[in-house]
């Protein structure tokens, strides 16, 4: 059995936390994975922006990000796997819902199940359509599109 936790930074916790919760178990489900002990924070530009100048050496926010830790832990004879964590931030993606096109439901869907892959092992070389990782990316996001995270007459806040 899958477990995620949802914690904030710099912003409330959304009213949908319990919602974001349920889909990323169920993208862990997607690619059938079992046991894991998930980590996402929801935060503001200036918390990833600090993120990603002291990890990645990038001195701009950006979406989201994945922090992996790989450890197993065995009790009684259960191992529970700690991927890792998610981070993403509520302003890029409504900027990016809002640069796209999109319903900012969407674009969460698609950070939470782009942040589980990387989790996962998976990377990109390029933002290209084409890479593997995103090919599968859209695969599960098209799979799972009746789910809503944020539900439709509300925002991310």
């Not at 100048?53 to 922090?67: C, H, I, W």
């Not at 390029?126 to 809503?148: A, F, G, V, Y």
Request: charged residues 30%; glycine residues 6%; proline residues 6%.
């Amino acid at each position: 059995m899958n477990n995620a936790a949802i914690s904030t930074e710099g912003k409330p916790p959304p009213a949908w936390s319990n919602e974001a919760v349920i889909f990323a178990l169920k993208v862990l489900d997607e690619i059938k994975r079992d046991n894991w002990e998930l980590s996402i924070l929801f935060c503001d530009d200036k918390k990833i922006k600090e993120l990603n100048r002291q990890y990645r050496e990038k001195d701009e926010p950006t979406d989201v990000l994945s922090f992996v830790l790989g450890e197993s832990i065995k009790e009684n004879g259960k191992t529970t796997y700690f991927p890792g964590d998610i981070v993403i931030s509520l302003d890029t993606l409504r900027e990016n819902a809002s640069n796209f096109q999109i319903p900012e439901d969407e674009e969460l869907r698609r950070l939470l199940i782009h942040g589980i892959l990387h989790l996962d092992g998976m990377d990109h070389g390029t933002i290209n359509k084409d890479e593997p990782m995103l090919i599968l990316q859209e695969e599960i996001l098209n799979k799972l599109s009746n789910e809503r995270i944020i539900p439709p007459a509300g925002g991310i806040n």
